[in-house]
Nanobody, 131 residues
Framework: QVQLVESGGGLVQAGGSLRLSCAAS????????MAWFRQAPLAWFRQAPG????????????????YYPDSVKGRFTISRDNAKNTVYLQMNSLKPEDTAVYYC????????????????WGQGTQVTVSS
């Protein structure tokens, strides 16, 4: 079973930057698992305390198409390295309202903005932005 494992969260001041990583892992990490990762559309979501999980960024399997909501457009960049089985989220000009647990996910069907479209999730990494 392939798992998604996030890393890179932490505490940063407003205006600062962080880079999140999400690596596919699992034993045994077979050629089939690597092939799965390379064809999977991926995304980042976040969830703040008391709020619903919200879409942050998505990327196509090839990496040629990316999507962002207006709240992060121009500040966040999603990318992927299929050779390393890793997807990244570069976050710049961070704001206190970006504070949340950030999750990566793999989409199996449907609208890339909807939580229900994703069937594989990481455990999350905490991002805290101080004012």
């Amino acid at each position: 079973q392939v798992q998604l494992v996030e890393s890179g969260g932490g505490l940063v001041q407003a205006g600062g930057s962080l880079r999140l990583s999400c690596a596919a892992s699992g034993l045994p990490f077979s050629a089939a698992a690597m092939a799965w990762f390379r064809q999977a559309p991926l995304a980042w979501f976040r969830q703040a305390p008391g709020k619903e999980r919200e879409f942050v960024a998505a990327i196509s399997s090839s990496g040629g198409n990316t999507y962002y909501p207006d709240s992060v457009k121009g500040r966040f960049t999603i990318s992927r390295d299929n050779a390393k089985n890793t997807v990244y989220l570069q976050m710049n000009s961070l704001k206190p309202e970006d504070t949340a647990v950030y999750y990566c996910a793999a989409r199996s069907r449907g609208d890339y903005q909807r939580v229900e479209s994703y069937d594989r999730w990481g455990q999350g990494t905490q991002v805290t932005v101080s004012s």
